[in-house]
């Protein structure tokens, strides 16, 4: 049974950055990916890209691409989503979630990131 | 980018009875060379993360009760309730795998009638 634990909420001005981690505890970390999804309030669920840890390969949303960095660290088995140039668009709850063959079996909680000026 | 839809945006049921959920992919996610469906379906709960219910369009995840069912092939799928409970109301959205970018379907409210 794999468990994720993510840090805590943030409060971030527009235009600058944040970074989550997903800390993994149980199961192999390298023997699955590491998608993140974001929840903005009242509305769906969104991809945005994930990472092999075994590989430090991670694949992006193109709606992303160039403002997401995925990356993991093998040696403490956390994996990281860092945004940059935010605005307030990117008030959501951003998850990640350990997925095998693309189902995603475990979730961490959930890190409310709150960009307001 | 594959789209997903569902239909209807919400529903509700009385206990017991049966709930469908439609999810329409925009293009085939069946693969062809494994004859595999690259699509989930997932329930959540507020204030909760999604949970996985089911994978290859039909596999119910362990631990799932028997009365959620996934079925459909190619770019049409369906989950049903056979028996709505109190515990089951929620937002259900479906997800292809097949391709990146991963993307969810808009989700579908079921409620107690």
């Known amino acids: 049974q794999v468990q994720l634990v993510q840090s805590g909420a943030e409060v971030k001005k527009p235009g600058s950055s944040v970074k989550v981690s997903c800390k993994a505890s149980?199961?192999?970390?390298?023997?699955?990916?590491i998608s993140w999804v974001r929840q903005a309030p009242g509305q769906g669920l969104e991809w945005m890209g994930r990472?092999?840890?075994?590989?430090?390969?991670?694949n992006y949303a193109q709606k992303f691409q160039g403002r997401v960095t995925i990356t993991a660290d093998k040696s403490t088995s956390t994996a990281y989503m860092e945004l940059s140039s935010l605005r307030s668009e990117d008030t959501a709850v951003y998850y990640c979630?350990?997925?095998?063959?693309?189902?995603?079996?475990?979730w961490g909680q959930g890190t409310l990131v709150t960009v307001s000026s | 980018d594959i789209v997903m839809t569902q239909s209807p945006d919400s529903l509700a049921v009385s206990l017991g009875e049966r709930a469908t959920i439609n999810c329409k992919s925009s293009?085939?996610?069946?693969?062809?060379?494994?004859?595999?469906?690259?699509l989930a379906w997932y329930q959540q709960k507020p204030g909760q993360p999604p949970k996985l219910l089911i994978y290859w369009a039909s596999t119910r995840e362990s631990g799932v009760p028997d009365r959620f069912s996934g079925s459909g092939s190619g770019t049409d799928f369906t989950l049903t309730i056979s028996s709505l409970q109190a515990e089951d109301v929620a937002v259900y959205y479906c997800?292809?795998?097949?391709?990146?970018?991963?993307?969810f379907g808009p989700g579908t409210k079921v409620d107690i009638k």
């Open positions: 293009q085939s996610v069946l693969y062809s060379s494994n004859n595999k469906n690259y």
């Open positions: 990472i092999i840890p075994i590989l430090g390969i991670a």
């Open positions: 149980g199961g192999t970390f390298s023997s699955y990916t």
């Open positions: 979630a350990s997925c095998s063959s693309g189902s995603c079996y475990f």
């Open positions: 997800q292809q795998y097949y391709s990146t970018p991963e993307s």
